[in-house]
């Protein structure tokens, strides 16, 4: 490493973090882009960081595919954490472009039943309706379906996503940093008024106090100091207690958590007596399958789930078209 004692080493770290933060990685992904960058300086000790190469790059992500047995998407990530390292936080030593890692090949049978694997488990519309969840929780699981969002999506949503008029939510800075429009359940919509009214009455509480103050990126922080303040950029999902933020040590109101959520549906899912492995994200597959049952085009489900290529999006015709679930037993004929 390029300093000698462990305090050089941390400093060095958190202004790698805050760089990382700067340029919109999710604050919940912070350590593992720091864990990352820390595993390539520890993968050639002998090697300074300034003096790397291209191919120190490929052959440290090779051997966390091969060597580790790492998840191409953690491959992907720890390329993302790199970039954002020699790109931004030392582009003076910016080693020459690398290509991808390539995936390892895989048979094609072996990787259609990898992909649908997780998605075996989506519920049926009988499921879905035993509605057992009920308030804050049950008002989330209730759009992660109807609107196909993923957890993440939808415990950071703002109160400006929230579209009432035109039935819509504005999904910002999704997966691949996109944003995309889906739509708002009718179903949900009063519901969600109602819930507004609630967080509303607190906002305004934080606000009397001098502590109605949330997260926003540090770029539009200091273009826009007073951001945070406003009722726009309010957690429509707020927690109930305010926290300290341990970036900048100010006392803020984070979104719930969402381990609160992820606990909430497995518990209904077992006291609805669903006997499959249900988590948030079986309501977003079961919002793209039921969609695709009911011959909506492939393109538009595409373009609400947010899929970047529909090859992602054809998984779900896979496992509606699983061979021989069309076919009618001989004892029901």
């Not at 992660?144 to 819509?168: N, P, T, W």
């Not at 109930?240 to 606990?263: A, C, M, Y």
Request: overall charge positive.
């Amino acid at each position: 490493m390029e300093t000698r004692n462990s305090k050089g080493r941390d400093g060095f770290w958190e202004a790698y973090r805050a760089c990382a933060e700067e340029h919109r990685v999710a604050p919940d992904r912070l350590p593992f882009y720091v864990n990352w960058a820390k595993n390539f300086a520890n993968f050639l000790p002998g090697k300074p960081l300034k003096e790397r190469t291209g191919k120190d790059i490929e052959a440290f992500l090779a051997d966390l595919r091969k060597r580790r047995a790492v998840a191409d998407w953690q491959v992907r990530q720890a390329e993302h954490a790199l970039r954002i390292l020699y790109e931004y936080f030392l582009p003076g030593y910016a080693p020459e472009r690398h290509p991808r890692v390539a995936p390892v090949e895989k048979r094609p049978v072996q990787k259609a039943t990898a992909k649908t694997e997780g998605f075996r488990d989506r519920l049926i519309p009988g499921e879905v309706e035993r509605e057992v969840m009920s308030g804050v929780t049950g008002l989330m699981a209730g759009l992660m379906y109807g609107s196909g969002l993923r957890l993440m999506e939808c415990v950071r949503l703002r109160v400006k996503d929230i579209d009432f008029a035109r039935h819509q939510i504005m999904v910002r800075d999704g997966k691949g940093q996109k944003d995309r429009v889906t739509m708002l359940p009718e179903r949900f919509a009063t519901p969600l008024r109602e819930h507004f009214t609630r967080v509303k009455a607190v906002y305004e509480q934080d606000l009397a106090q001098g502590t109605a103050d949330v997260y926003i990126w540090p770029a539009m922080e200091r273009k826009y100091p007073n951001a945070g303040k406003e009722w726009i950029w309010q957690y429509v999902f707020p927690a109930k207690s305010l926290s300290v933020d341990p970036r900048s040590g100010k006392v803020r109101r984070h979104h719930i958590n969402e381990t609160l959520v992820q606990k909430a549906v497995k518990e209904a899912a077992a006291q609805a007596e669903i006997n499959k492995r249900v988590s948030c994200h079986t309501l977003r597959h079961s919002f793209a399958t039921h969609l695709l049952e009911a011959r909506y085009d492939i393109r538009t489900v595409q373009e609400l789930l947010g899929h970047a290529d529909v090859a992602t999006t054809m998984i779900y015709t896979h496992v509606l078209n699983r061979p021989g679930l069309s076919v009618k037993s001989p004892a029901d004929i």
